[in-house]
């Protein structure tokens, strides 16, 4: 048991390090097509996300448990942007163990900033810690649509359109089955329950999930860390291999359902641009985000970082 886990981390060789790198340089899925040989933009995104997630386990190497609450840290003009990815899935393990250490943070002079709508549900009382205009920034970017926007009339009208209703089911039917095989772990044995979970998440994923990273994996560590946050290392290390860089997840999920795209990884550039207009020449700044977001706001950041973005027509909300 103890090779295969070694297995799991041994050194990319130099052939995989290329691969790696050539997919992070695709900046496109017809790119990403000539990197891997594959003539079909749909085929060049299935092929590569098999051939990322493994390479990039082993490029992070072994998970080392934090000291905190576990973070990506980019530094951007001399002040450092430490990225903490969260469940928000409102519980009070949560809410304790992030106002421990967001205290820590505050009372050493540091600055604090949160995905819209994580403020209000752990922090709510602590007018330091501020929130970021993700949200709706997506659901104006959604009205100037050139299609009918279900998110928009979402906002406005209680009533839900038959699409939404399908999808829904659809996660209903997802979370569902993914909480009857994660219970039945004690009956089945953690290796079939996995398999289980596989088989579900194949059956059950849509093309719009596969860029969300909504699968048995990502709901079993969300629910672990949810109710242990000791277990949010594990949740971002599932995230950071799951995701492709972010020009092609986007690309994908533009073609497929243009709003979730607005909704989900357009946000990680907004909330980087956001945090770097907002924070000034603050000397360190946290960022609270969703765990699927934590690698997107730092690939945003690495961009301004290495002058590859700018704040140019950046606008709050």
Not at 21 to 31: M, N, P, Q, T, V
Not at 132 to 146: F, N, Q, S, V
Not at 207 to 216: D, K, N, Q, V
Request: net charge negative; charged share 30%; aromatic share 8%.
């Amino acid at each position: 048991m103890a090779d295969s886990v070694d297995d799991r981390y041994e050194p990319l060789t130099p052939a995989e390090a290329t691969l790696l790198a050539d997919i992070r340089g695709a900046e496109s899925l017809d790119a990403l097509g000539r990197v891997i040989d594959e003539s079909l933009p749909h085929d060049a995104y299935l092929t590569a996300k098999e051939l990322w997630t493994p390479l990039r386990e082993r490029e992070l190497g072994p998970p080392e448990p934090p000291a905190g609450l576990p973070a990506v840290t980019v530094t951007v003009r001399g002040t450092a942007f430490h990225v903490h990815g969260i469940t928000h899935a409102d519980t009070d393990a949560e809410r304790s163990f992030l106002r421990e250490h967001l205290a820590d943070y505050l009372d050493d002079g540091a600055s604090v900033y949160c995905e819209q709508g994580i403020r209000s549900m752990y922090f709510e009382d602590l007018p330091a810690v501020c929130e970021m205009d993700d949200y709706r920034w997506a659901i104006a970017e959604c009205r100037k649509l050139d299609a009918d926007s279900n998110v928009a009339d979402l906002v406005d009208s209680p009533f839900t359109g038959l699409d939404e209703e399908l999808s829904a089911v659809t996660d209903r039917l997802r979370d569902t089955a993914f909480s009857l095989i994660h219970t039945g772990r004690d009956v089945y044995g953690d290796r079939f329950a996995d398999a289980l979970g596989d088989v579900a998440s194949d059956f059950l994923r849509s093309h719009e999930a596969l860029a969300t990273g909504e699968a048995f994996t990502s709901f079993v560590r969300t629910r672990a860390a949810a109710e242990n946050p000791a277990a949010l290392v594990d949740l971002a290390r599932y995230y950071e291999t799951a995701f492709l860089p972010q020009p092609l997840e986007r690309e994908w999920l533009r073609r497929h359902d243009p709003e979730l795209e607005l909704l989900t990884h357009a946000r990680n550039a907004r909330m980087a641009d956001y945090v770097l207009d907002a924070a000034g020449d603050a000397g360190r700044v946290h960022l609270v985000v969703g765990a699927a977001h934590r690698p997107g706001v730092r690939y945003y950041l690495e961009r301004h970082r290495d002058g590859e973005r700018s704040l140019d027509g950046f606008v709050p909300v």
